[in-house]
């Protein structure tokens, strides 16, 4: 199976911050990734596709980029309803696998 | 719109089974797998397969494999998982969501499965 790696668990931040969430595969899954943000008690929201396509709705201030192995999503200007956790997914193989989450905090 | 609509939560007794729906509206049901994920705190998000109603093909995740059963009933738009065999390794909140060549792009809004005698 391809092990996905969120090294960060848990990141600090402020209002108007710039930060970049890592997910790092045990494989190549060329661009298959998509980056997903929950927040309490609802399900996962698609942020990006495909590694670096934004979803229809999400705002500009969310990028990703990547490719390979090695993937990230940034977020510009932070605001605090940016404040969940986030999950990265390949679908390049079977099983899909998931990262084991990002949550993203206040400081 | 896309909306997927899954059912209620259950409580279920260990060894027992549970079934849960999720009816799917606002997009081609018989053209898009549909998968299923597990997800409980602390172990994050397991996906456990997936079904494409259009044929019946379904793929599952080796560790789901005799736990889970996934159906579709292409006459209703709604995509079915049955787990077998329940203990309190089974409890968790189980999502159905589509999956397009863009990943798993609409979620349903869980499904919570209490094990408890």
């Known amino acids: 199976d391809i092990v996905m790696t969120q090294s960060q668990k848990f990141m600090s931040t402020s209002v108007g911050d710039r930060v970049s969430i890592t997910c790092k595969a045990s494989?190549?899954?060329?661009?298959?990734v998509v980056w997903y943000q929950q927040k309490p008690g609802q399900s996962p929201k698609a942020l990006i596709y495909l590694a670096s396509n934004r979803h229809t709705g999400v705002p500009d201030r969310f990028t990703g980029s990547g490719s390979g192995t090695d993937f990230t999503l940034t977020i510009s200007n932070v605001q605090s309803e940016d404040l969940a956790d986030y999950f990265c997914?390949?679908?390049?193989?079977?099983?899909?696998?998931f990262g084991g989450g990002t949550k993203l905090e206040m400081k | 719109q896309v909306q997927l609509l899954q059912s209620g939560p259950d409580l279920v007794r260990p060894g027992t089974s549970v079934k849960i729906s999720c009816k799917a509206s606002g997009y081609a049901f018989t053209n898009y797998w549909l998968g299923w994920i597990k997800q409980r705190p602390g172990h994050g998000l397991e996906w456990i397969g997936d079904?494409?109603?259009?044929?019946?093909?379904?793929y599952y995740n080796e560790k789901f494999k005799g736990k889970a059963t996934l159906t579709a009933d292409k006459s209703s738009s709604t995509a079915f998982m049955q787990l077998s065999s329940l203990t309190s390794e089974d409890s968790a909140v189980y999502f159905c969501?589509?999956?397009?060549?863009?990943?798993?792009?609409?979620w349903g809004q869980g499904t919570s499965v209490t094990v408890s005698s």
């Open positions: 494989q190549n899954v060329r661009s298959a």
């Open positions: 079904t494409y109603p259009g044929s019946g093909n379904t």
């Open positions: 969501a589509r999956m397009s060549h863009y990943g798993m792009d609409y």
């Open positions: 997914l390949q679908h390049w193989n079977y099983p899909y696998t």
